[in-house]
């Protein structure tokens, strides 16, 4: 194939305004590790690369540059949707113009790459060894797929799955809605997380998954998901993990947790956008698991067209199912590679201290607050309690100042990009809001 195919020049003639530079020479064509076009093999290649290899370039200050977001607004909203970066939007402008410049032949010949980057980069950022992340469409695709993959015998044997009041409602409906299925829900003891005593008393033989969140997105409390699979485990069971508000919170090593499923996905904390989801599956599980909710892109056969015989992939990507969200694809390697520069464990640290921050804050200037007494126990998910949510949520909005609203509550999630000057401005306003 040759090279000059991947020359990142071509423009629609009635493309508006001028090329941005970093269109054309800023950003690199290939991943700096592979220095050469992907190919469908690359989620191999790319799965050591980037953690260890790469240095931490950016500074979470630096890192404000890339987010135009950040240059009129003060967004503390990234529970709900990370912000979108520059290097998203060039990944994108890429995606764009290879369509309108190879057609289907971007396909095979670019986009296949992208796709293989994309799992190889989160399998080495989740700490997984390669081949242990499929793309799939949304967390709700990937629990569903989950619980229809463990062998039926299992399925017979144990009929018990146990959650919590506080996960993502779609974590319990994928049980809820199966005949034959004890759903455990198990109640919060202070409305805010989860003693992990209450999962060992629930899981036992009858229990075919534990499946909980790695962070609440109710209260932002981070729970110990080694210690949960290892509950899991004892009692023979599968452990499931939504780590929506985990993956780009916190730092992720899930072969050493031992974890035999988690989800996780681009649209909040890795600044990504929405239309896809990642899933993890423990290697030495994959052979055994049969997905029932199919698809070509879980065939390694796939292009042999063969209508009577699918023959899954020996990795994570028997998990997948039709074709992926490819803009999205686009936006979440350039939300990742800024994850990554700036390093995980530096933005935990950033988020912790904003975190830290605002709980204090809030609580000098009299709220309440729904939110873990263990600091460490805490992420940027902080739930103010408040009579008017919706009236405090507008009224910071007309100051400029981006945040949510749950019931009884305003929600404020800081980033890394965000600062302690945004946060004590924040605090501010929100306290002239007549309650
Ligand atoms: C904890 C959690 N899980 C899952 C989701 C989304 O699920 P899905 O990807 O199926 O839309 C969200 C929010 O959008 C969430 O907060």
Redesign the pocket.
Known sequence: MSEALFEFSWRHPEAKGPALPWRQSDVPLYPTFLGRAPSMEDGRAANTSLSSEKPMSLTPIQARDEFPILKHKTYLNSCSLGALSLRGEAYLDEFRERWHSMGASAWYEHWMGRMAMLRGRMAAFMGGAEGTVALVP????ALATVAESVPEEATRQRTRVVCSELD?P??AYQWAAKPGVELVVLPSPDGVGMDPAQFEEAVDERTLFLAT?HVF?TTGFIQDIGRLAEIARSAGAYSVF?G??GAGQIPLDLSDAGVDFYTA?P??WLCGGPGL?YLYVRPELIGSLHPRIPGWFGASNAFDFEIRRMEPHDDARRFEMGTPALPTVHTALGGQEIIEEVGIERIEVQNRALTEQLVNGCRERGFTLTTAEDPAQRSAIVMVQHPNPPGGVKHLAEAGFIVDHRPGHIRVSPHFYNTEEEVHLFLDTLAGFPT
């Open positions: 949304s967390t709700s695709a993502f779609t974590l969140s997105f939504d929506y508000h996905g649209l909040k989801a």
